[in-house]
């Protein structure tokens, strides 16, 4: 890996400057009763500055969108052995388990749940991974780039994370539901 120079620390050091000011200030007070100014300022930089890192106040909060995208990637294409569902199910029982052991996961997911343009937002972003995701599995399979089974495979698996985050039991929330995506409804309705 190569290290980054001077100048592209700095801008990774702004960048997190500015999500982590407004972090603070949305769990503080909301996001709808924090402005872009005063995160601007409490982060020491410019709106300008604010706007060249991050192109709207609900990115602010969904500031991990490319690492995620290619951590999706990756999954599919070292998945060791195992079926693309099933690879993409212990990612988000893994993903999970992270986020919920941070200190700060309740308090963030209720945010976003509670404000209707960061929930909005948020899902978007997620759902933008679709394409990447449905390209790699049929890079995978070697089904044409366009294969409607790769897209719903895709689609059916990053809308599985919130059905999964939502129950109580995650991990057996993910087993049913990535059970349904690798053998189908047919097979789970079998005695």
Known sequence: MTEL???????????QSIADAALELFLARGFDDVGVKEIADTADVSVTTLFKHFPSKEALLFDEDEEMEAALVEVVRDREGRSIPMALRDHFVEAARGHVDHPRFEVFQRLVLETPALRDYGHRMWTRH??????????????????VRC??????????RDVILGR???ERAADEVFGLLEHGWAAQQQP
């Open 5 to 15: 120079g001077r100048r592209e620390r700095k801008k990774l050091q702004t960048r």
């Open 130 to 147: 679709q394409g990447a995701l449905a390209q790699a599995i049929a890079e995978e399979v070697g089904a044409a780039a366009d294969d």
């Open 151 to 160: 897209a719903a495979l895709a689609r059916f698996a990053l809308e599985a």
């Open 168 to 170: 109580e039991d995650r």
